[in-house]
């Protein structure tokens, strides 16, 4: 009786059992590491203009300025802080897209830092937002009644509050959490990768059904997850 042919699915996890086979899970490994590290790196430093243009605030095609009395409170909140004025050089405000406070780039960076600011603290009072231009899921808001009401409080800041928003941000991008989110983005990777290896030589997972080591796999990435 002739044996069936095996699907090209089968074919290549042969292949992948095989000694030029781990190699190239390895090399892949590599890769995606460099590559993991690489989006964490680039949009905060050599990237940092491109980023900012992605979320940035934009009206008619043309980017938002920052309003005059934003600014003014943003240099304040520099100063609140004691930032040096040699290195307030290296905050720079810009209107971005949506209603949370945003913040890329680090201060340990020549690129330095970005601090997107919603358009919401721009909003004085009620009177001045433009309600049309608010939408949830591409609906208007009913404004006329209590959750409307509570929506629109909610937009409208104090200039504590603002100036607390920004100062968090601007520390925050002082601290070393840029360098460790980087770092536990690589070496959970690398850990997945080098416990899944152990436990195939370890347990001689690669001889045993295709099925066992998928299971085995996805029990090790739910437990990374966690």
């Known amino acids: 009786m002739n044996k069936p042919k095996s699907t090209v699915f089968e074919r290549l996890g042969e292949w992948f059992l095989k000694e030029s086979g781990k190699k190239f899970v390895f090399g892949s490994a590599v890769a995606a590491s460099i590559s993991i590290a690489a989006v964490n790196i680039l949009p905060h430093t050599f990237l940092l203009n491109q980023f900012r243009d992605v979320v940035r605030l934009y009206k008619n095609g043309f980017t938002v300025p920052v309003p005059s009395?934003?600014?003014?409170?943003?240099?304040?909140?520099?100063?609140?802080?004691?930032?040096?004025?040699?290195e307030q050089k290296q905050f720079k405000p810009f209107m971005v897209y949506g209603f949370d406070i945003f913040s890329a780039?680090?201060?340990?960076?020549?690129?330095?830092?970005?601090?997107?600011?919603?358009?919401?603290?721009?909003?004085?009072?009620?009177?001045?937002?433009?309600?049309?231009?608010?939408?949830?899921?591409?609906?208007?808001?009913?404004?006329e009644l209590e959750e409307g009401k509570l929506l629109l409080k909610s937009l409208t800041l104090s200039e504590k509050a603002q100036i607390y928003a920004m100062a968090r941000e601007i520390e925050l991008r002082k601290t070393a959490k840029y360098f460790i989110d980087t770092f536990g983005a690589v070496a959970s990777f690398i850990a997945a990768?080098?416990?899944?290896?152990?436990?195939?030589?370890?347990?001689?997972?690669?001889?045993?059904?295709?099925?066992?080591?998928?299971?085995l796999y996805t029990l090790k990435i739910d437990g990374e997850t966690w």
């Open 193 to 215: 990768y080098g416990i899944g290896n152990h436990l195939n030589t370890k347990l001689n997972l690669f001889a045993r059904p295709r099925a066992v080591r998928l299971t």
């Open 69 to 86: 009395q934003i600014e003014e409170r943003f240099d304040r909140t520099l100063n609140l802080l004691e930032i040096p004025d040699k």
């Open 105 to 143: 780039g680090t201060f340990s960076s020549k690129y330095g830092v970005i601090v997107g600011i919603p358009i919401s603290f721009s909003y004085s009072d009620g009177g001045v937002i433009d309600k049309n231009a608010i939408r949830i899921n591409e609906q208007s808001v009913p404004w």
